[in-house]
């Protein structure tokens, strides 16, 4: 029923912490999920930087910003400016190149507060790799929900279970938030060949533990099913679980925030940055990450 468990790894981004679970050295994608990062969960001190990550650039993927707690400040070289909080969704498309930025408003950041969240990375067809970047904020009632036997369940993106979300994909996910008591359970969409199935699933357990075949999984791993598996997965302890998966669409290369089926097309996207072709948001121009060395 299980392929493979992947354990997260911490890494600190200057003063704030993730647990980094894709890519892996042995799961590179769970259908197009190219990257998974969860943020925190990190308590800021009132008037400490928190949040802070300056301009800086994409190619060929969606990003998915998804808060359990806290807010951040979203600005785009299309001109967006979108603060976003727990139960909303930034969904923004690269496509043929975006830059953005990430940070704590000022006011929450003389305030302090928590932070607790995970971000995605989807990667873009190949035939879609080059459209033109988009971003869209979508509220909660753009993510089909349910609160049932204490569960409570959103569908964040994509399709499952005869429900769809409100995010533009553009190829066939799913990716779900779960909250259990103990004792609360749901399974995976189905597996390839059925109806509504997908051809690879995964879960990420962001708190607490569960169950899935006779075998416990705590905080910062990764289940991945076997195709055909039909998993159901227990709360052992309260927790907090994203379900994801989708259709393979082969192989990508990734470097530093470039994702491409082409190596070249990443070489440009170096010499774009580096020669400063690539627009910085009009609200957040005055810095930016370098091209790492």
Do not use: C
Request: hydrophobic residues 40%; glycine residues 12%; negative net charge.
């Amino acid at each position: 029923m299980i392929e493979l468990v992947i354990e997260g790894t911490r890494r600190d981004l200057g003063g704030f912490e993730v647990s980094r679970i894709l890519p892996h050295v042995q799961q590179r994608m769970v259908g197009p999920f190219v990257f998974l990062d969860q943020m925190g969960p990190a308590e800021f001190a009132p008037g400490s930087d928190a949040i802070n990550v300056r301009p800086h650039p994409h190619i060929g993927l969606s990003t998915l910003t998804y808060l359990f707690e806290g807010e951040i400040m979203h600005r785009d070289s299309l001109g967006y400016t979108q603060p976003i909080i727990p139960g909303e969704v930034n969904w923004m498309t690269a496509g043929s190149g975006i830059v953005h930025s990430e940070r704590t408003d000022p006011l929450k950041k003389s305030q302090g507060g928590a932070m607790h969240g995970m971000q995605a990375w989807v990667a873009l067809p190949t035939e879609k790799e080059e459209i033109a970047p988009s971003f869209t904020h979508l509220g909660e009632d753009a993510q089909p929900s349910d609160r049932s036997g204490g569960v409570f369940t959103r569908l964040v993106a994509g399709a499952a279970f005869g429900e769809r979300a409100g995010t533009p994909v553009e190829s066939p996910l799913y990716y779900l938030h779960y909250e259990l008591p103990v004792g609360g359970t749901f399974t995976a969409p189905p597996g390839p060949g059925k109806a509504g199935g997908y051809s690879e699933r995964a879960i990420y357990i962001a708190a607490g533990e569960v169950e899935v075949d006779h075998q416990r999984f705590h905080t910062g791993q990764m289940v991945v099913f076997a195709p055909h598996a039909e998993p159901v997965i227990t709360a052992i302890q309260p927790s907090t679980v994203m379900s994801m998966g989708g259709e393979p669409l082969g192989k990508r290369h990734i470097w530093w925030n470039f994702v491409s089926s082409s190596k070249e097309r990443i070489d440009q996207a170096k010499a774009d940055w580096k020669a400063g072709r690539m627009i910085l948001p009009p609200e957040d121009s005055l810095e930016f990450i370098p091209l790492p060395e």
